[in-house]
């Protein structure tokens, strides 16, 4: 893709169609500092290199990168699409009202992590620049992009909350959703986790770990380098058996993903798997990844069905690790109809929108703030019916 000065002569916006083509180190020396671990290039470029991110598949890779001199300030993973699968931010009335009214949705402009609802994308800006200059010439670039390009509109999604303001700053509007999070409100034990609920949701809590033991089902968690390479080829089995059962068409990452995971960015990866006294391998576990005092469900499988392992592989131990691990956060995954009865409150999270298609912008500001008091009154329904011990718990107010 072309390069070009920016509007401060010192530095030069360029375009990159792969992440490759940007040293890891130069990359990696804005991301690692963030929170989140689905901005660093071993994690984007692994999404690349394995095929899943592919201009086949509908995600073409168009990394937004500001140098001064030899020296990567800045930069965005920015993705091409031409649906929305894969986003977990459904757009599709916005894209059916572009389509009545004669103009094209797509292809749009798209920063997030591929396949990846959760909270954390921001821009990349060196800790010793003026991030507010950088952002404007990176809205500046996209905006003279999408204009060259004849694209619609620039979205961002699962943003970063200490983000969100300054990109409302230069037009972006924000739509309000909402995650399912469990934080540690000074845990100790799982004890003190199931304190947190009513009588009748902790004794259901207890009857479905039960139900795992009575199985003959031993969990172990396997984390960083104590996870054998012949894992992650089953991680991928576990994976695939899960999407063809639930998900459908929604089987995005290939085995290479999972293979190449190893041993790059295995320091990551969590597994909580289990197992029976007569199987070597797990006969069911939940991949998730853990950066700092953060941790992140992914994906999940079994190899048969035993009842309530799903409840145990991907909220019980994570939950009970998490506490030994001093985890203060613990994102589930996508999804809330089980969560919100295991301790997962609903929790506000943002996309940013931008349409260049003046009809569109001028629908956006004219609904969003309605649409985003919709959302708001949903959450708050959600977290009026939990099932805690109303004595016990006290939400926090940045959940509602």
């Known amino acids: 893709m072309t390069n070009h000065p920016s509007s401060s002569s010192q530095y030069t916006v360029?375009?990159?169609?792969?992440?490759?083509?940007?040293?890891?180190?130069?990359?990696?020396?804005l991301a690692l500092p963030l929170s989140t671990p689905f901005l660093e290039w071993e994690w984007l470029h692994n999404l690349e290199?394995?095929?899943?991110?592919?201009p086949r598949r509908g995600w073409q890779p168009c990394h937004l990168t500001i140098w001064k001199n030899r020296n990567l300030v800045a930069a965005a993973p920015l993705y091409l699409?031409?649906?929305s699968y894969g986003e977990f931010v459904f757009d599709h009335q916005w894209a059916n009202l572009a389509y009545q009214l004669g103009i094209n949705?797509?292809?749009k402009l798209l920063g997030m992590t591929p396949f990846t609802p959760a909270v954390g994308y921001r821009f990349l800006v060196a800790s010793d620049e003026d991030e507010t200059l950088l952002t404007e010439i990176m809205v500046k670039a996209i905006e003279e992009f999408c204009y060259e390009q004849k694209i619609t509109g620039c979205h961002f999604l699962f943003v970063d909350p200490d983000w969100k303001p300054m990109l409302e700053q230069f037009g972006f509007r924000g739509w309000q959703h909402h995650s399912y999070i469990w934080e540690n409100s000074g845990l100790n034990s799982f004890d003190d986790y199931l304190?947190?609920?009513?009588?009748?949701?902790?004794?259901?809590?207890?009857?479905?770990?039960?139900?795992?033991?009575?199985?003959?089902?031993?969990?172990?968690?396997h984390a960083g380098d104590d996870i054998?390479?012949?894992?992650?080829p089953l991680i991928y089995q576990f994976y695939s058996r899960t999407c063809d059962q639930f998900f459908g068409m929604s089987k995005y990452l290939t085995r290479q993903f999972f293979e190449q995971l190893y041993p790059n960015y295995v320091q990551r990866v969590v597994v909580f798997a289990a197992y029976t006294e007569d199987y070597h391998r797990p006969v069911g576990l939940s991949f998730c990844l853990r950066k700092g005092e953060n941790l992140y469900g992914r994906?999940?499988?079994?190899?048969?069905?035993?009842?309530?392992?799903?409840?145990?592989?991907?909220?019980?131990?994570?939950?009970?690790?998490?506490?030994?691990?001093?985890?203060?956060?613990?994102?589930?995954?996508?999804?809330?109809?089980?969560?919100?009865?295991?301790g997962f409150p609903a929790k506000v999270n943002h996309s940013l929108h931008y349409f260049y298609h003046q009809r569109m912008s001028q629908i956006l500001n004219a609904y969003i703030d309605e649409i985003n008091e919709m959302e708001q009154a949903e959450l708050e329904?959600?977290?009026?019916?939990?099932?805690?011990?109303?004595?016990?718990?006290?939400?926090?107010?940045?959940?509602v």
């Open 14 to 29: 360029r375009w990159q169609e792969q992440i490759n083509n940007i040293p890891k180190e130069k990359w990696d020396a």
């Open 49 to 54: 290199k394995s095929g899943s991110v592919t």
């Open 81 to 83: 699409k031409g649906h």
């Open 105 to 107: 949705y797509y292809p």
């Open 195 to 221: 304190q947190l609920f009513n009588a009748n949701q902790r004794r259901n809590i207890k009857r479905e770990r039960k139900k795992v033991e009575k199985a003959g089902l031993e969990m172990k968690v």
């Open 228 to 232: 054998p390479h012949w894992m992650f």
């Open 299 to 342: 994906y999940w499988g079994c190899l048969e069905e035993f009842d309530c392992l799903h409840f145990e592989a991907c909220y019980y131990k994570p939950i009970e690790w998490s506490i030994e691990q001093g985890i203060k956060m613990f994102d589930p995954g996508a999804g809330g109809r089980h969560k919100r009865r295991r």
């Open 381 to 399: 329904a959600i977290n009026q019916d939990l099932p805690f011990a109303k004595k016990e718990i006290n939400l926090d107010p940045n959940l």
